[in-house]
């Protein structure tokens, strides 16, 4: 019984411990004192991604994530993908947006690396020259298959989180690890809860993204109870915890093969 109830006190102190930390980033950001609506809200660039046309013959893809809109932001991030093929001198951009009718997969929905609404983006994964071409190939591919292409649930899923999730599964190469707090990635139908984890990169087990266990290279281990996910990554040490999503070394997944000359120009 003593452990028990150790046991329950250590997870609502790291729960509590990571709401404290995801509201007070979230006041950071509203430190401004302006109050805006999601029509004002800033959606300029960030200034992570690079200049397309400086690196025209060079493939590159990333993915990004941002603390979602309004009060949802301390809970949640929003997800998006990006990419430009060798010649190509703009990037294109793809996400799930649920109040868009119909078709809740967009493109070019918003500058490559805007501001959602506000929020800065984090990047995830960073891939650009050798191989990069046919990794775009099958990202396009994993698109076009996404199988909620008209559905759209911000809790459990299917969501944007769900999107990014299902390409990830498609393409591990892509070597996507979605944050603790990406609440949608683990959404799989009731009729198929096994399966691969989000990155594609380990197995999963899930009831609709509200239980579940997934272990994997990427995620390391993480638990899901109603969409709060909690866990340790073992590839980059850090803790997997809900509201922030990861406390730890640096996880964004870089693979860039390049000539000198280039590797040398590329932003910091």
């Known amino acids: 019984m003593k452990r028990t109830s150790r046991l329950t006190l250590a997870l609502a102190a790291i729960l509590c411990f990571s709401f404290g930390l995801s509201v007070a980033d979230a006041s950071r950001g509203e430190s401004g004192g302006e109050v805006r609506s999601w029509r004002t809200a800033p959606r300029h660039s960030a200034g992570i991604a690079p200049n397309p046309a400086e690196f025209a013959d060079i493939p590159i893809v990333q993915v990004y994530a941002a603390s979602t809109y309004g009060w949802r932001g301390v809970f949640a991030v929003h997800p998006w993908i990006i990419y430009k093929k060798s010649g190509e001198t703009e990037f294109t951009r793809y996400e799930v947006v649920g ?38 190939g099958q990202i ?8 909620y292409p008209t559905t759209y649930r911000s809790y459990p899923g299917p969501n944007s989180n769900t999107f ?6 498609e393409v591990p190469d892509l070597h996507l690890d979605l944050p603790a707090n990406a609440i949608g990635k683990d959404y799989r139908p009731i009729s198929a809860p096994l399966g691969l984890s989000p990155s594609g990169r380990g197995v999963q087990a899930s009831l609709l993204g509200l239980l579940g266990i997934s ?18 990554d073992l590839n980059s040490l850090g803790l997997r915890l809900p509201f922030v999503g990861r406390l730890g070394m640096d996880d964004t997944s870089r693979s860039i093969h390049l000539p000198v000359a280039a590797s040398e120009e590329l932003p910091h």
Do not use: C, T
Request: aromatic share 8%.
């Open 164 to 169: 990014l999730a299902h390409i990830g599964r």
């Open 215 to 232: 272990v994997g290279v990427e995620e390391g281990v993480e638990m899901n109870l109603l969409g709060l996910n909690l866990g340790v």
């Open 99 to 136: 109040w868009r009718r119909g078709e809740v997969v967009q493109r070019n929905y918003a500058l490559p690396d805007g501001l959602w609404f506000g929020a800065q983006p984090k990047l995830l994964v960073d891939q650009r020259g050798e191989g990069v071409d046919a990794l775009i």
């Open 140 to 147: 396009e591919k994993a698109i076009a298959s996404y199988p």
